[in-house]
């Protein structure tokens, strides 16, 4: 995994954690027994890492797909650079 993936699983991490404490928090206010906090709990942290994980995947082939993008402008704009400095050389040879 790139810094950036490294950095998106990181906030994914922190968003779960977020999302858990206030799951338990919302259940507990509920007077859920807990042993079924504790089943729901592996249920819902089990769901959100899975929805995660999709996440980081579908935004790490998004990031790929603009460094593809990136990459074949920039051999675009090489190309349209070397026909401009070309056509410069015929026009300087004109004069």
Do not use: C
Request: charged share 30%; no cysteine.
């Amino acid at each position: 995994m790139n810094r950036e993936t490294d950095r998106l699983a990181d906030v994914l991490t922190e968003m779960s954690a977020k999302a858990l404490v206030t799951w338990i928090t919302h259940s507990a206010l509920q007077d859920i027994p807990r042993e079924a906090l504790v089943v729901r709990g592996h249920d819902f942290v089990y769901a959100l890492q899975a929805n995660f994980v999709l996440l980081r995947d579908v935004l790490s082939e998004t990031l790929e797909d603009i460094e593809q993008q990136s990459h074949d402008l920039e051999e675009k704009l090489d190309n349209l650079e070397r026909r401009l400095l070309a056509l410069q050389a015929v026009a300087g040879k004109r004069e």
